[in-house]
């Protein structure tokens, strides 16, 4: 190298040096905070960190939860998230801030929105950001004020001619939104106001998630200014006994193909639209979601027979997954979702390490053809940190009892997908008629029970002779004795993922709701101490979080594997390792 | 004056009936109960009272725990590793588990409460399996695995 690059180079390292160094100060120094009583744990994580992703969404240290007001700001991908200045559980807790121009790569900000007024004193919870029809963003969100008590609260940016938007201001006006013993909202259950959408009467409507004893509701707030709400006589929709409506959602699909709407879309001419509810179930601790019409004219959502808005609803994801939320990305035209999976390690686990909480990778989602559920699918931006190491099989013969290990790729950090084919389904066993519970049978059968079709798929996170490994694996069930019609059912098993014994090793499971004639898709992505597996396309997804004492970076392997009577053939597999992303 | 003792015998069995119907939902009534009236603020405390005086519970046994770790050092010095593990648990438990459960519960979103709560058994637990079978601490932890589950059947009921 020439002395004039060498120097360039010594010049460039000095500069990013300092320029790192002015950021962590500037976030140290920014706030102070009242609450003390918690763990501070102000240091950076321990240098060993086995469990941190390379492309997952996480900030450098400390609890995150709920991600909150997704946007896109002339051209800037926007994520603000929960999160605990001082410590690895929840708490104390601020809007932080992070922005991207591909949805993967992120640059942090100082945090957006933190307590500093009597609305928010004690907390500033979760909300959402709508665009109004002048393009500016505005914040709607939950504070909680002096007596405890959960109010609405609006933030505007302070400078629209910041791209990053940085600093946000909050109305004099707040909180426009309280409980109070007119209106009778119960005031430690009203929380995490949607994106607001308008009406034709050119009034703006927002929900807030809520409880009244048993029954759960999604309370309904109208104004003309954004400023001025008023609360509506009846909830855009409830259901008793399901408890607490936490994180609701409510937005407009397109009946046919896959483009997303905008919030207070009506849609185009001739396009037919259906609308989504989702909740985010403090009982059982999962997201919901319902496919149904809006009636605009009472201002209420109707579910499509065969949904009900409790725990018997489909779910976004069958593992490790809560506080979701999407947002229309109008760069390009799609409606992007995005959800928050916690830690299945214990507290003291987390204080070690210094940090809890991820975000799964940002999901397309859209209607399925059927109409009776949501695909989702990670955004393909992902896919250009797939690197050139791709390991390829194809139409190789997995038989029954066998195991073939993929070489060549980084198994701690990949990108994995295959298709599977079976013949003679004729022979598929039949499915006992009070299997109804997919999780359960996931649980009750591990990967030693042979069925005739499956367990088959994949094992990641794998230590060499398996004393550790996560599977995520299909079984076909015929659905009765003498039927054509086939369950396919989709495992993701943690129980042997690691030797640590204090870790959540739940087994979760869903119903794929594909026809096993055609080839069966699996992909995998795979990321240290998460994996997100997408069954059928998209439509049955697995998010799990595992902690490998052996198989770990290099020591980490990856296998298909076919423990089932019937062999199974793979069409198809890729693998690639994944670069990694900067992701805080 | 009948009435006044009526009125008043009234309030004493409702009083007590609150504690009681709570408890019930519990794994464990009787411990359950004996923690609650313990405390003066029990006869009148509403569901979230009750959950905040059992945190406090395990905030006192977490304490309690600590300081036997703390003499076994010098009794039995061929634990220490198994020692300095639990140490670390029981101060997870007072630093983290404990203050996340009392804001949350205070503040009204019981699922944070209910994951400190459930914790404080995890660390228990964790603390105890370090000794491989000959743990001094068994009476102890199996007191906070079960104060943690009675918490969190209380917990959930402000779900």
Not at chain 2, 38 to 54: F, V, Y
Not at chain 2, 88 to 96: C, D, E, F, G, Q
């Amino acid at each position: 190298m020439t002395r004039e690059v060498c120097s360039n180079i010594g010049l460039w390292l000095l500069f990013t040096l300092l320029i790192g160094n002015y950021v962590v100060d500037l976030e140290a120094s920014h706030h102070v905070y009242k609450r003390l009583s918690q763990s501070t744990n102000t240091e950076s994580p321990s240098v060993n960190q086995p469990y941190r992703t390379g492309f997952h969404f996480q900030p450098p240290k400390n609890w995150m939860n709920d991600p909150n007001g997704p946007m896109i700001y002339k051209g800037i991908y926007h994520l603000f998230y929960q999160w605990n200045p001082k410590g690895a559980v929840w708490g104390n807790i601020v809007w932080a801030h992070s922005t991207s121009t591909d949805l993967v790569n992120w640059e942090p900000h100082p945090p957006a929105i933190f307590p500093s007024a009597p609305f928010d004193i004690n907390g500033c919870w979760s909300g959402s950001v709508t665009i109004l029809p002048n393009g500016k963003p505005v914040i709607l969100y939950t504070g909680i004020d002096p007596k405890n008590q959960q109010v609405q609260n609006i933030a505007e940016p302070k400078n629209l001619s910041d791209p990053y938007l940085r600093e946000w201001t909050k109305s004099t006006l707040n909180p426009l939104m309280a409980p109070d013993a007119i209106n009778g909202i119960n005031a430690s259950s009203f929380r995490d106001p949607t994106t607001a959408w308008l009406g034709q009467d050119k009034k703006w409507r927002v929900i807030i998630g809520s409880k009244i004893h048993r029954r759960g509701l999604a309370i309904t707030y109208t104004s003309k200014d954004f400023l001025k709400w008023e609360k509506s006589p009846e909830p855009l929709h409830y259901d008793d006994g399901s408890g607490m409506w936490e994180c609701p959602d409510f937005f407009p699909v397109t009946r046919f193909g896959s483009k997303g709407v905008e919030t207070s879309s009506f849609g185009e001419p001739n396009e037919i639209l259906k609308h989504v509810f989702k909740i985010s179930l403090d009982d059982t601790k999962h997201d919901y979601y319902t496919i149904g019409t809006y009636d605009r004219m009472k201002d209420k959502f109707v579910p499509d027979s065969g949904f009900k808005m409790d725990a018997t609803a489909p779910r976004y994801d069958y593992g490790k997954y809560y506080a979701s939320k999407t947002f229309y990305d109008s760069a390009k035209n799609r409606r992007i979702l995005w959800g928050w999976t916690n830690e299945s390690s214990s507290v003291e686990d987390d204080v070690e390490k210094g940090w809890s909480g991820i975000q799964t990778i940002p999901r397309k989602i859209w209607l399925d053809r059927s109409g009776k559920q949501l695909i989702q699918w990670p955004v393909r931006e992902v896919e250009r940190l797939r690197t050139k190491e791709v390991k390829n099989l194809r139409n190789k013969v997995l038989k029954s009892g066998s195991r073939l290990e993929v070489y060549g790729v980084t198994a701690s950090q990949a990108d994995v997908e295959v298709l599977f084919k079976v013949r003679d389904l004729e022979k598929a066993d039949v499915i006992d008629p009070s299997w109804t519970d997919p999780q359960l049978i996931c649980s009750q059968m591990n990967v030693s029970a042979k069925s005739s079709f499956g367990p088959f798929g994949l094992m990641v996170l794998a230590s060499k002779n398996l004393e550790e490994y996560t599977s995520v694996y299909f079984r076909i069930f015929k659905a009765r004795q003498n039927s054509s019609k086939f369950v396919v059912l989709m495992c993701s098993d943690q129980s042997r993922s690691s030797l640590e014994e204090d870790n959540d090793k739940t087994t979760y499971g869903a119903f794929v709701d594909i026809n096993p004639y055609k080839p069966i898709p699996l992909r995998a992505l795979i990321d240290h101490s998460v994996v997100e597996s997408f069954g059928g396309n998209g439509r049955a997804c697995i998010t799990s979080r595992v902690y490998p004492k052996l198989a770990i970076g290099k020591s980490s392997h990856l296998f298909a594997f076919n423990y089932g009577s019937q062999n199974v053939d793979v069409l198809n597999l890729n693998a690639w390792s994944m670069n990694s992303a900067q992701i805080s | 004056m009948k009435l006044i003792v009526m009125v008043m015998t009234m309030m004493m069995i409702s009083e007590g009936s609150m504690i009681d119907q709570t408890c019930k939902q519990t794994p464990d009534f009787k411990l359950c109960v004996s923690l609650l009236n313990s405390d003066p603020r029990g006869s009148s405390a509403d569901t979230s009272g009750l959950a905040l005086i059992l945190i406090d519970k395990i905030k006192v046994l977490a304490t309690k725990t600590l300081t036997e770790i703390n003499g076994l050092y010098k009794k039995r010095p061929e634990l220490k590793q198994a020692l300095d593990q639990c140490s670390r648990r029981y101060k997870t438990i007072l630093n983290a588990d404990v203050p996340e459960a009392i804001e949350a519960i205070s503040k009204g979103v019981p699922k944070f409460g209910e994951d400190g709560v459930m914790d404080a058994g995890v660390e228990a637990s964790a603390c105890e399996e370090g000794f491989q079978g000959k743990s001094p601490l068994t009476s102890l932890t199996k007191s906070m695995q079960n104060i943690s589950s009675v918490t969190r059947a209380v917990v959930r009921m402000l779900l």
